[in-house]
């Protein structure tokens, strides 16, 4: 039996973390100047805290809400850059 399909009579949900990006957003030019390099937890609309680390944001958050999705996010003025080449097969 394969556990990754979706038991019948049950629809599946996505999850999507548009609200909390939103929150993010707004907020995000006065946290540089007051909380840069912190890592934020924010569920819905609520900004449930900073803290120190990625780690230490989800503790919390698991802690708080169960395990659910969560936004937590480094607070920075500029967004990483990651660069990841094309590989051939």
Given at each position: ?89
């Amino acid at each position: 039996m394969d556990r990754a399909k979706a038991r019948p009579g049950r629809r599946l949900r996505r999850t999507t973390l548009n609200r909390e990006q939103a929150v993010y957003d707004a907020n995000l030019s006065r946290w540089v100047k007051e909380q840069d390099g912190a890592h934020v937890l924010i569920k819905g609309d609520e900004v449930v805290g900073f803290y120190p680390t990625r780690e230490a944001a989800l503790d919390a958050g698991y802690a708080r809400f169960g395990v659910v999705p969560l936004f937590v996010k480094k607070i920075a003025a500029t967004e990483p850059v990651y660069n990841i080449p094309n590989a051939l097969l």
